[in-house]
T-cell receptor, first 113, second 115 residues
Framework: DGGITQSPKYLFRKEGQNVTLSCEQN?????MYWYRQDPGQGLRLIYY???????QKGDIAEGYSVSREKKESFPLTVTSAQKNPTAFYLC????????????FGNGTRLTVT | AQSVTQLGSHVSVSEGALVLLRCNYS??????LFWYVQYPNQGLQLLLK??????LVKGINGFEAEFKKSETSFHLTKPSAHMSDAAEYFC?????????????FGTGTKLQVIP
């Protein structure tokens, strides 16, 4: 079955360390997205990409970086510059059609202490 | 700029009662609208979507939503709540048109179903 795989499910890091969250999809979708979820704040867009080697900042891109070297993969790096990195991170993809829905992975819960 | 407002961060209903979750959007032109459901520690799953084909949209698990342009609303309803409906629900909006398109989410409504 096609879908989106995020790994790991839980991630623990010390403050000051960079960490990379994996996102892989086999849906043949062009567009991919990273969202951050905090209690009571809904989902906030970090980065999105419509094609390989191109991506756009979302609403809260500071302290994050991404790459899109392959259509299937869109890893997110949480850098030490991100002030409050502890959150639930969701990766999503969709066809390159604006009325198509997002398909989500099961998320990565990052805890930084 | 588009935005979505979900009224009520928590809603409680009795099992078998009507479920009504509210969503209002702000957009210069009618957008595409979506409802998603999220169970704890999982990703979001699509319930239904409005893409201007019909104003009353039926989704999975007995949910439906009605697009009302005059009220800029897209409220989610289900005639009879089931215990398994307890989850968090998100309304989302995506503008019509080509190019890069952001999907904007509301802050979510947690539904509690009381036995």
């Amino acid at each position: 079955d096609g879908g989106i795989t995020q790994s790991p499910k839980y991630l623990f890091r010390k403050e000051g360390q960079n960490v990379t969250l994996s996102c892989e999809q086999n849906l043949n979708h062009d567009a991919m997205y990273w969202y951050r979820q905090d209690p009571g704040q809904g989902l906030r867009l970090i980065y999105y990409s419509q094609i390989v080697n191109d991506f756009q900042k979302g609403d809260i891109a500071e302290g994050y970086s991404v790459s899109r070297e392959k259509k299937e993969s869109f890893p997110l790096t949480v850098t030490s510059a991100q002030k409050n990195p502890t959150a639930f991170y969701l990766c999503a993809s969709r066809k390159d059609i604006t009325n198509s829905p997002l398909h989500f992975g099961n998320g990565t819960r990052l805890t930084v202490t | 700029a588009q935005s979505v407002t979900q009224l009520g961060s928590h809603v409680s209903v009795s099992e078998g009662a009507l479920v009504l979750l509210r969503c209002n959007y702000s957009s210069s032109v009618p957008p595409y609208l979506f409802w998603y459901v999220q169970y704890p520690n999982q990703g979001l799953q699509l319930l239904l979507k409005y893409t201007s084909a019909a104003t009353l949209v039926k989704g999975i698990n007995g949910f439906e939503a009605e697009f009302k342009k005059s009220e800029t609303s897209f409220h989610l309803t289900k005639p009879s709540a089931h215990m398994s409906d307890a989850a968090e629900y998100f309304c989302a909006v995506s503008p019509q048109g080509g190019g890069y398109q952001k999907v904007t989410f509301g802050t979510g409504t947690k539904l509690q179903v009381i036995p």
